[in-house]
């Protein structure tokens, strides 16, 4: 994994900024991909296989990435953010006037 980070790193972050076109995405979408590669790795792979299988992992990550954005757009409207609450649920305090 190492070899393959320090040989091929730099290109695998500008295959992912094709699909992204932005670098800190880019760079995140690489390592959640060799996460998810080497998480499960068996012995025995070459360095220019395991980059398929990276390559491969960056892409279906991004897909997965965009249709999840996609169908949250779709249904968001069903879901009414009411101003007397955060983000997270929880009720705001209320300033005291002093």
Known sequence: MTQLVQERGE??????YLLTGDLPAAQ???QDALVKVFGRLRTGFEPD?????????????YVDGHRKHRRWADV???FPFRRSRTPWGCRRARSSGT
């Not at 296989?49 to 990550?61: D, F, K």
């Open 28 to 30: 995140d979408l690489v």
């Open 11 to 16: 290109v695998l972050v500008r295959y992912a």
């Open 76 to 78: 968001q409207h069903l």
């Open 49 to 61: 296989v395991l980059e398929a299988y990276v390559r491969r992992a960056i892409a279906t990550l």
